[in-house]
């Protein structure tokens, strides 16, 4: 089945520092990746949508100079928080979708990133 | 108005009971549903797509109303292993194009 990677897992940091996170499609290209924000007991929130080669496409209130994505390979994209506080504590998940048996597109979700800052 | 609603639940269940589950939506011009489950800290993980004839997949039937906008799932014969949250999801569009709107979700805990 479609597989989706993401690094790192789990990341502390820091008030202020910066923090990258990669999503990858490991046996199927995605010329489009999402990236969700997870608080706990609450669902998926959609941030952006990630097109390879393409600037990526945010949801109201979230904030593009905050949050950088870069899609710049057909199986990788890349989520940076920057200058990150305390209240970009979350689960980030990143997503990408496939055709389904059906002629369906369904998305395949990455492991997530545990976000906790200091 | 949500766009995707569910009852949060808890739904607490003894091991082999039946369990349903529903989720309305409101764009009227949706066209793929889907039902993932997703374990506490761990990503969502498709558990079925939802068609308009409905479909089943072993103990899991879901349903499908366009004119009531109404999914369900069903679970039959649960197992301990079915405690989990299970989100119900309907494709949208946003600027960028097609997208997946999540509904709150609703937890099943199934118990000896």
């Known amino acids: 089945g479609a597989v989706v990677s993401q690094h790192p897992s789990w990341v502390i940091c820091k008030s202020g520092t910066s923090v990258k996170i990669e999503c990858r499609s490991l046996?199927?290209?995605?010329?489009?990746m999402f990236w969700y924000r997870q608080f706990p007991k609450q669902s998926l929130m959609l941030m952006a949508t990630s097109n390879e080669g393409s600037k990526a496409t945010y949801e109201q209130g979230v904030e593009k100079d905050k949050f950088l994505i870069n899609h710049a390979s057909l199986t990788l994209s890349t989520l940076t928080v920057t200058s990150a506080h305390p209240e970009d504590s979350s689960f980030y998940i990143c997503?990408?979708?496939?055709?389904?048996?059906?002629?369906?597109?369904?998305?395949?979700f990455g492991p997530g990133t545990r976000l906790t800052v200091t | 108005r949500k766009e995707v609603e569910q009852d949060p639940g808890p739904f607490n269940v003894p091991e082999g009971a039946t369990v349903a589950f529903n989720c309305t939506y409101s764009?009227?011009?949706?066209?793929?549903f889907f039902w993932y489950r997703q374990d506490c800290r761990k990503e969502p993980k498709l558990l079925m797509s939802?068609?308009?004839s409905g479909n089943e997949d072993g103990r899991f039937t879901a349903q499908l109303n366009r004119a009531s906008q109404y999914i369900s799932l069903l679970i039959r014969d649960s197992k301990l292993s079915d405690s989990a949250t299970y989100l119900c999801?309907?494709?949208?569009?946003?600027?960028?194009?097609?997208?997946?709107?999540f509904g709150g979700g609703t937890r099943l805990m199934v118990k000896p």
């Open positions: 999801v309907v494709n949208g569009w946003n600027n960028a194009g097609n997208m997946l709107t």
């Open positions: 939802v068609y308009s």
């Open positions: 997503s990408a979708w496939r055709q389904g048996a059906i002629s369906a597109y369904e998305q395949y």
């Open positions: 046996d199927f290209q995605a010329t489009t």
């Open positions: 764009n009227s011009a949706s066209q793929s």
